[in-house]
């Protein structure tokens, strides 16, 4: 199976901060690669797929880059209703999810 | 709009079973790969069960292989999991989602709000 694993598991930011997650597969993934946010108690929400690609109705400060091995999710400006917990999940061979990174309130 | 309310959990002893039920509306279901994802308390996500649109191919995680059933009736537009000989780290919260393919790219594009299943004694 491939494992996904992020970085960091958690992390402190403050409105306005540039946040950046990393995710990396145990092999080449190519471009497969999505990415999810989740708020508590509620179900993900697919935020880019393909790596890049953002999802119709996603603000454009989030962006996805990558390839191969290793992924980033930035968001650009972080307000208020991104504090949550952002996934990502490969579906090159199968599907499988990295284990999370949490975003809290510096 | 597409909506997917799974229904069935609850409390359960080890060794039990309980039948996870989705319905699904708002969209084409016999048309569409449906998906069970779970997670557990302060975990992240894991797909436990997948079927194809027409039933005919499926896929089990290994943790839950030879114990869990996934199974669909499109005219009910409804998916399914039965889940026997439950054990503890079964427990969390229960996904249907629904997996597409866009651009050649796998991904998951609507979920239901979940159900909790806890199997403790």
């Known amino acids: 199976d491939i494992q996904m694993t992020q970085s960091p598991s958690s992390l402190s930011a403050s409105i306005g901060d540039r946040v950046i997650i990393t995710c990396r597969a145990s092999?080449?993934?190519?471009?497969?690669l999505n990415w999810y946010q989740q708020k508590p108690g509620k179900a993900p929400e697919l935020l880019i797929f393909?790596?890049?690609t953002l999802q119709s109705g996603v603000p454009s400060r989030f962006s996805g880059s990558g390839s191969g091995a290793d992924f980033t999710l930035t968001i650009s400006s972080l307000q208020p209703e991104d504090f949550a917990t952002y996934h990502c999940?490969?579906?090159?061979?199968?599907?499988?999810f990295g284990g999370g990174t949490k975003v809290e309130i510096k | 709009e597409v909506q997917l309310v799974e229904s069935g959990g609850g409390l359960v002893q080890p060794g039990g079973s309980l039948r996870l039920s989705c319905a699904a509306s708002?969209?084409?279901?016999?048309?569409?790969?449906m998906i069970w994802v779970r997670q557990a308390p302060g975990k992240g996500l894991e797909r436990v069960s997948y079927?194809?649109?027409?039933?005919?191919?499926?896929y089990y995680a290994d943790s839950v292989k030879g114990r869990f059933s996934i199974s669909r009736d499109n005219a009910k537009n409804s998916l399914y999991l039965q889940m026997n000989s439950l054990r503890v780290d079964d427990t969390g919260v229960y996904f249907c989602?629904?997996?597409?393919?866009?651009?050649?790219?796998?991904?998951?594009?609507?979920w239901g709000q979940g159900t909790l299943v806890t199997v403790s004694s």
């Open positions: 989602a629904r997996q597409l393919t866009r651009d050649g790219y796998t991904l998951i594009d609507s």
């Open positions: 708002g969209f084409n279901f016999r048309t569409y790969e």
């Open positions: 079927m194809s649109s027409s039933g005919s191919n499926m």
């Open positions: 092999q080449n993934i190519n471009s497969y």
């Open positions: 393909a790596a890049s």
């Open positions: 999940q490969q579906t090159y061979i199968g599907l499988t």
